[in-house]
T-cell receptor, first 115, second 113 residues
Framework: GAVVSQHPSRVICKSGTSVKIECRSL??????MFWYRQFPKKSLMLMAT?????????EQGVEKDKFLINHASLTLSTLTVTSAHPEDSSFYIC???????????FGSGTQLSVL | QKEVEQDPGPLSVPEGAIVSLNCTYS??????FMWYRQYSRKGPELLMY????GNKEDGRFTAQVDKSSKYISLFIRDSQPSDSATYLC?????????????FGKGTKLSVIP
């Protein structure tokens, strides 16, 4: 079964609203989680690295104030897309690093559609 | 030149065929090579993980790495309709658990019954 749970799987919202996406590691403690964005027929683009108890590290070109990341516990990271606009519509995927197995496990993704 | 090149396809094969998926890369610092399978609107799932040049086999799947040519392949034997998915190659300098994975665009595979 899934070791990383991501919710919601799909969300449709109006322009200007904020959307929160949750990513949970189910059977391991993840000090580090990652958030990606994927456009159709494009590769996964790393947006930010989420570290438990500290500020997230954002990749170049990713707006920190637009994509708020909170990693409040060892099993939960959240991504909030603030004041969403149609250009934010995309498939967002999280992953978590299992330090015991030294592997990344991915969530099932969230399709965000902003009207 | 992009760090990782992967033909996006789509690739369509009959059931039972041998499938060959490939990626090339330009950065010789990459040491770890992975193949992920991604079903439509789902997160990627790790299929194969290799470190050194050569072949690694797991059931119907064989991963091949040629560091001298900077070329990696994934072979699927006796392909099944359930293998229909997008296959992403990924590579890193420091292991499969590293966040510094660089992904290919993915190749969409359809196995026709």
């Amino acid at each position: 079964g899934a070791v990383v749970s991501q919710h919601p799987s799909r969300v449709i919202c109006k322009s200007g609203t904020s959307v929160k996406i949750e990513c949970r590691s189910l059977d391991f403690q993840a000090t580090t989680m990652f958030w990606y964005r994927q456009f159709p027929k494009k590769s996964l683009m790393l947006m930010a690295t989420s570290n438990e108890g500290s500020k997230a590290t954002y990749e170049q070109g990713v707006e920190k104030d637009k994509f708020l990341i909170n990693h409040a516990s060892l099993t939960l990271s959240t991504l909030t897309v603030t004041s969403a606009h149609p250009e934010d519509s995309s498939f967002y995927i999280c992953s978590a690093r299992d330090p015991r197995r030294e592997k990344l496990f991915f969530g099932s993704g969230t399709q965000l559609s902003v009207l | 030149q992009k760090e990782v090149e992967q033909d996006p396809g789509p690739l369509s094969v009959p059931e039972g065929a041998i499938v060959s998926l490939n990626c090339t890369y330009s950065n010789s610092a990459f040491q770890y090579f992975m193949w992920y399978r991604q079903y439509s609107r789902k997160g990627p799932e790790l299929l194969m993980y290799t470190y050194s040049s050569g072949n690694k086999e797991d059931g119907r799947f064989t991963a091949q790495v040629d560091k001298s040519s900077k070329y990696i392949s994934l072979f699927i034997r006796d392909s099944q309709p359930s293998d229909s998915a997008t296959y992403l190659c990924a590579m890193s300098r420091s292991g499969a658990g590293s966040y510094q994975l660089t992904f290919g665009k993915g190749t969409k595979l359809s196995v026709i019954p």
